[in-house]
T-cell receptor
Framework: GQQLNQSPQSMFIQEGEDVSMNCTSSSIFNTWLWYKQDPGEGPVLLIALYKAGELTSNGRLTAQFGITRKDSFLNISASIPSDVGIYFCAGQVYSGGSNYKLTFGKGTLLTVNP | NAGVTQTPKFRVLKTGQSMTLLCAQDMNHEYMYWYRQDPGMGLRLIHYSVGEGTTAKGEVPDGYNVSRLKKQNFLLGLESAAPSQTSVYFC???????????FGPGTRLTVL
């Protein structure tokens, strides 16, 4: 099956620093999604990317859909303590009818030191 | 508008016991999903449903059953719990034609 390699597994940074994380796969995806999970909560969608090469921003977050459609990147600028959490990438492919298959990466645990 | 809710939030079972996890959504979404989350494993799809009365297997369906008798509810059952089913379970729902899955707050299950 399709697998996503998400890196790094964890990051410990100082408040104000920029953060970069990425997901790679041997498979092609039609859509890339980035979710954030706060401690004790369910994941919440941050950014969705629909076209190869697309660069999309949401406040201090910027994500890109790789030109090969096999990777995606998420950058967080000027990190703040509330950025703490687990960030998941997810790749989506069309699987027939009106169905889509979503594959999640294993997550990047971000810790921000005030 | 409560979104996606899950009950219970926590549960401890003994090996061999059975239980049902309830997921409810008030957004009139057609699609509903059950995932499990284990340390270092990300989210893995157990079962999903594309509409009332229909269910399908996901990536890790063994040991679980599901039912979708009403559009707003998706039940996950464990007939004979095993320690390997200790996990955090998340339900999600999605509106047809849209990509975003909305997740519930999770159920933390421990099987002793």
């Amino acid at each position: 099956g399709q697998q996503l390699n998400q890196s790094p597994q964890s990051m410990f940074i100082q408040e104000g620093e920029d953060v970069s994380m990425n997901c790679t796969s041997s498979s092609i995806f039609n859509t890339w999604l980035w979710y954030k999970q706060d401690p004790g909560e369910g994941p919440v969608l941050l950014i969705a990317l629909y076209k190869a090469g697309e660069l999309t921003s949401n406040g201090r977050l910027t994500a890109q859909f790789g030109i090969t459609r096999k990777d995606s990147f998420l950058n967080i600028s000027a990190s703040i303590p509330s950025d703490v959490g687990i960030y998941f990438c997810a790749g989506q492919v069309y699987s027939g009818g009106s169905n889509y298959k979503l594959t999640f990466g294993k997550g990047t645990l971000l810790t921000v030191n005030p | 508008n409560a979104g996606v809710t899950q009950t219970p939030k926590f549960r401890v079972l003994k090996t061999g016991q059975s239980m049902t996890l309830l997921c409810a959504q008030d957004m009139n979404h057609e699609y509903m999903y059950w995932y499990r989350q284990d340390p270092g494993m990300g989210l893995r799809l157990i079962h999903y449903s594309v509409g009332e009365g229909t269910t399908a297997k996901g990536e890790v369906p063994d040991g679980y059953n599901v039912s979708r008798l009403k559009k707003q509810n998706f039940l996950l059952g464990l007939e004979s719990a095993a320690p390997s089913q200790t996990s955090v379970y998340f339900c999600a729902s999605r509106l047809r034609g849209y990509n975003e899955q909305f997740f519930g707050p999770g159920t933390r299950l421990t099987v002793l």
